[in-house]
């Protein structure tokens, strides 16, 4: 079994100091994923743009997201000065409150490297995390990967439009696709052929 025991107004105590960093100040309006790391002797939490740790008694690995208004709300209402808490496959078990976990991880460390973004991440943040080797899995696990397909789907729809502006300058999608690698250290998976395909819908 995988779990560990704080004392509650520890993590009371970091879940208000990830709150504080947030651009909502309101609880309610905080939609961000939380991520809890749990490791020897102690508890991670993180959320774009800020991440804390405590303390505490532990037994075995194991990562859990969840949304963290959610988390921020059972924590809060547990009178208790203790905290149980258990990882299952898809729970997480606070004292006598059992919730669903969106992923839950503890059999191998491949999800184990926390995600690092600012609060107020852009596309960029989000392409540059191909340079900063995650895994699959870690991307996966944090709900990020998505969303870097995401940001990689507009860049390639902006591709496309500067290059209907600048053709008839003999611009090609190639000579754009080299300055974005280029200037701004980003990856991009897209190639002249698919380039080409975008724009021959036109």
């Known amino acids: 079994m995988v779990s560990f025991q704080c004392k509650t107004n520890d993590f ?12 909502h ?57 203790e905290l149980y808490v258990e990882f299952f496959d898809g729970t997480l078990r606070f ?7 969106k992923t839950v991880f503890f059999k191998n460390d491949k999800v184990l490297k926390t995600i690092v973004l600012p609060d107020k991440y852009t596309d960029l943040d989000l392409l540059l995390m191909k340079n900063e080797g995650y895994t699959k899995e870690e991307l996966e696990f944090n709900n990020i990967l998505e969303l870097m397909n995401m940001a990689e789907r507009r860049v390639y729809y902006n591709i496309r439009r500067a290059s209907l502006y600048l053709r008839d300058y003999g611009i090609m999608p190639k000579e754009i696709k080299k300055l974005l690698v280029e200037k701004l250290c980003i990856k991009l998976d897209l190639d002249e052929k698919e380039v080409n395909l975008l724009l021959s819908s036109d």
Not at 12 to 23: E, G, Q, S, Y
Not at 59 to 68: C, V
Not at 95 to 101: K, L, M, R, S, T
């Open 12 to 23: 009371k105590a970091a879940l208000m100091r990830l709150k504080a960093v947030h651009k």
């Open 25 to 81: 100040k309101h609880v309610i309006s905080i939609k961000a994923t939380c991520e809890l790391t749990l490791t020897d002797g102690n508890v991670q939490l993180a959320i774009p743009g800020a991440i804390f740790s405590f303390q505490c008694q532990t037994k075995g690995t194991a990562k859990a997201t969840m949304e963290f208004r959610r988390l921020f709300d059972i924590v809060g209402h547990h009178s208790y000065d």
């Open 95 to 101: 004292g006598y409150v059992i919730v669903q976990a």
